[in-house]
């Protein structure tokens, strides 16, 4: 993996030592001791899916140069909410990065990208297919600029018959068939409360982009990492997917309830609802002693997954029949003292506090000094190179001139 610093040349290549200076590897004013430390990316995705993907590398260390129409990512307009007049649909997808602003049809601002590619480990966009090209920056031109770049590239539905379909998630939650598996039974399809592929699509960025710096690491070359939404989609629909692909059996809409297996569901108690999620056999004789009625475990009717399955109906009264005793709050804490799989239905305010109580931190701070900007903790802890959150989510072109005067060392350097 390269670790370019602003006294090395651009391009140069430092094997990944195991004695890494635990002081940290430099660069644009960050210093890091986290994994991808040293490694730079050249970022030109906008939204959600690309911004995501390079925010987890860039928690992780990697320098990410966020290059940014003369307007701005969409998402800094994607209003309300706000915090501060700054759009928070913006703030949670772009900590760690530093901006400049590209007009991208402009020559000497064209010049500036190319720069940027080159002194890159990796670059990655998701414009319209053929966009690039027309630019002068898709993968044949990078590699041109940059032998051993990295280029990942993120399109909505390919670049061959789909390269005209816009990338929106809302089309991929259509098209994919997963609006078809949410919502009850009788009513109409419904979209996942969130840009579900996109986020997707980010993890699988992030993912083939660290797959590429391991063969990069092992070989020198660089390579093209390609990704549509609709892939992805179907790749993250896991068992609905394969059982059609594998069973042959469309699914349908099942409401809240799992196609495999029962009780896995919320369930009606005296107050309200509680999720019970019983993934075996042996959870659900244990579920069945914690309610007091452990001959329901032993009724050949419910005794064995696909037999639940086929009476879940006469199952769900028996149920919440006895569920309904007591309230939600209450029997949370006897099943979850008693070991079984259950949890309350909260709004997104309780579930960041459920996280705050069991003290797994979900809240952290980009930024330092007198900007610090309140964030979602990156999901991944690691023992011995640990992620950080130096950099707040930043003002478009906040890092022009740095940037700039950071290219010119590094021109400077590859042709000293």
Request: hydrophobic content about 40%; glycine content about 10%.
């Amino acid at each position: 993996m390269t670790h370019p610093s602003n006294e090395r040349a651009a391009g140069g290549r430092n094997r990944p030592a195991e004695g890494r200076d635990r002081r940290g590897i430099e660069v644009l004013g960050r210093t890091s001791t986290g994994p991808l430390a040293g490694v730079v990316i050249a970022d030109f995705s906008r939204v959600l899916a690309g911004p995501y993907a390079t925010m987890l590398l860039a928690d992780m260390g990697a320098t990410v140069i966020k290059v940014e129409g003369p307007d701005g990512d969409d998402t800094r307009t994607y209003m309300p909410p706000v915090r501060d007049g700054a759009a928070t649909f913006f703030l949670a997808v772009n900590r760690n990065k530093h901006s400049i602003a590209l007009d991208l049809k402009d020559p000497e601002d064209l010049d500036v990208a190319r720069s940027l590619v080159r002194s890159a480990d990796v670059m990655i966009e998701n414009f319209k297919p053929g966009n690039m090209a027309r630019l002068g920056l898709d993968y044949a031109a990078a590699a041109e600029l940059k032998p051993d770049i990295i280029y990942a590239s993120i399109t909505g539905f390919g670049t061959g018959a789909g390269a005209h379909i816009p990338g929106y998630d809302l089309l991929v939650q259509a098209a994919s068939g997963m609006m078809s598996l949410t919502g009850d039974h009788d009513t109409q399809p419904y979209r996942a409360g969130i840009a579900l592929f996109d986020v997707i699509t980010g993890l699988h960025a992030a993912i083939g982009i660290l797959g590429a710096l391991h063969h990069k690491d092992q070989t020198g070359e660089g390579q093209l990492v390609e990704l549509n939404l609709l892939t992805s989609a179907l790749s993250g629909m896991v068992n609905q997917s394969a059982a059609y692909v594998i069973g042959g059996v469309v699914p349908t809409r099942m409401g809240n309830e799992h196609p495999s297996m029962y009780p896995y569901a919320p369930m009606q108690t005296s107050d309200g609802m509680i999720i019970i999620a019983t993934g075996n056999d042996a959870q659900f004789v244990r579920l069945c002693g914690a309610l007091a009625i452990p001959e329901v475990a032993r009724d050949p009717k419910f005794a064995k997954t696909l037999k639940r399955n086929a009476h879940r109906d006469e199952l769900r009264d028996i149920l919440h029949a006895r569920l309904a005793t007591q309230s939600a709050a209450q029997w949370f804490r006897e099943l979850s003292a008693a070991g079984l799989p259950c949890a309350p239905i909260q709004d997104v305010r309780g579930g960041v506090d459920f996280a705050e109580q069991l003290g797994l931190q979900p809240v952290v701070l980009a930024g330092a000094g007198t900007r610090k900007i309140p964030t979602v903790r990156h999901p991944v802890e690691y023992s011995r190179t640990p992620v950080d959150y130096a950099l707040a989510p930043p003002e478009l072109n906040e890092s022009a001139e740095l940037v700039r005067t950071w290219l010119s060392r590094q021109t400077a350097l590859a042709h000293a």
